[in-house]
């Protein structure tokens, strides 16, 4: 199976028995959005209107209900499993139609999903709220069987959230696991053990290998065993091992007489130990902070130490894991790393723009030739469509997708949304950053400002371009449209002249024209090399993978 990126609803895609046959996914990770900062009764506030429909957007960090929860409740009821429908009518009367059982209907009907494409050896890990997790587990108990449970794991953020003067502080996230079978694939993991310890237990130091170890004990708790009791250096006791074993150890070192009549111990050393067995609170893992390696601007972006813990868990080596909520792709980074085959969906072209450019920069992977896109516009036309379909904000999806190409940051997006923000652009769309140098040989920074247009194109427009590059103080200014550009465009392009680079010592057309046709053929911004974009991902190297249960500090 080649690695996959998908574009769209991960509902309609899972849906797909082509992309997703039964029992095809080992692991699965999802981290769905849920807005849990900000009054709590408000999620349960009753809903109804047309208004509400106006604001439904499959996955904004804020849900509504409206037609779409409606006729995906009336599915449930309907078409799922006896025991999906049953809960999820039991919800609806508990809960009523508001925000939080929007979310808890949309939810199901992917989870049911989710289920069906799961191997009998496969785990689901879901990230959530503990606003929502016991509705969650409600779900999940209905859709794998009560008996499929195996951990409600706490995860402690390090900043709080919430009014401390009117409640406990909001610190920690609720990961549900469940499994197909009881045949799941399990990897024991293990903390390192805890300095005190390591210090009061642990207290002898080897003098010609440095190494940490404690005396364990060697005597049998059994006492009947004519067969291991013995005579050792002049002690007799029942032993755990037999004669030839104790004198073979003894030989090597790891049995030893800390002096002439006490009772011989084993050299137990502290780097052949697992350390602590891995528990259901997580307190070792800190989120990442502004100023960490990591964070690439994704407001909910969790560190990869986080995912590298579970998929090491719940898999193996070449086996596959999906996260149909991707995100910015942590994921899948972390299932890279570690070996695996990876599957990932979202909804936006913003996201899948940021996973390409964090698998191209960590790993040097190239969409098309490394992994698949599929969802993506592959011809113009197809292009076309993408800028046409309003019911799914095509306008800001083709944007988004268009300003990937040339790897340009979007200006007034954010990554976890469906929607741009309208007139906050000042005609501009997307920004590249450069360093090049001033008339003093000087490290300068410098930018390429980038429009795009999927609609009918003119010459006012590049004039209009042409003052924004003035405005802004920019270096180059690309025009980017899906229509080819008429003759008196290309003139005012031309008129617009040069921008030469000293550290480069090149020219580059200070006002670039590019259609859609040209990038889908190899074109690109002609501009200085050393260009930046959305934060970058740090390249990795083989063997650059966190031990668990260590802090982050060396991600910070």
Known sequence: MKNRLYYGDNLEILRNREYFPDACVDLIYLDPPFNSNRNYNVLF????????????????????????????YDDLVVNAPHKVATAIEALMNLIERNQMMA??????????????VLKPTGSLYLHCDPTASHYLKI??????????????????????????????????????????STNSTWNPQFTPHDPEYVEKFYKYIEEETCRRYRHADLTNPNKNRPNLTYEFLGVTRVWRWTKARMQKAYEDGIVIQT???????LKRYLDEQEGNPLGDVWTDINPLTGSAKEKLGFQTQKPEALLERIIRASSNEGDVV???????????????????????????????????????????????TDYEVIGEPATVDGARELARDSANEGRYQFEWWALSLVRAKPVGGSAGSRKGRKGADQGI???????????KGKKKPQKVVVQVKSGKVGAGQIRDLKGTIEREGAAIGVFITLE?????????????????????????????????????????????????????????????????????????
């Open 139 to 180: 779900v999940l108990d209905a859709i794998f069987g009560v008996e499929s449970f195996r951990s409600e794991i706490v995860w402690k953020r390090i900043n709080s959230k919430g009014n401390t003067f009117i409640n406990l502080a909001n610190n920690h996230d609720i990961i549900l696991r469940y499994t197909k």
């Open 103 to 116: 979310y808890l209907v949309m939810m199901t009907a992917r989870l049911v999903e989710l289920h069906r």
């Open 429 to 439: 769309d997307g920004m590249i950053n450069f360093f090049d140098e001033d008339d």
């Open 45 to 72: 506030k009753s809903e109804s209107g047309a208004d509400s429909e106006a604001q439904i957007t499959a996955f904004e960090d804020t849900w509504h209900w409206g037609e779409t929860a409606e006729a995906t």
């Open 322 to 368: 999906l996260d149909p909520f991707c995100g910015c792709g942590t994921a899948i980074a972390a299932a890279h790393k570690l070996g695996r085959k990876w599957i990932g969906i979202d909804i936006t072209h913003l996201s899948i723009a940021l996973q390409k450019y964090r698998l191209q920069d960590m790993f040097e992977l190239v969409s098309g």
């Open 259 to 265: 002096k002439p009549g006490n009772v011989p111990v």
């Open 484 to 556: 080819k550009p008429t003759g008196a465009m290309i003139k005012e392009a031309l008129a617009a002249g040069w921008y030469e680079s000293p550290a480069w010592g090149k020219k580059y057309r200070r006002l670039q024209i590019l259609t859609i046709g040209d990038l889908f053929e190899g074109a690109g911004v002609d501009m200085p090399p050393q260009h930046g974009t959305l934060q970058r991902a740090s390249r990795w190297k083989r063997g650059d993978v966190s031990v668990d249960g260590e802090s982050q500090r060396e991600l910070i």
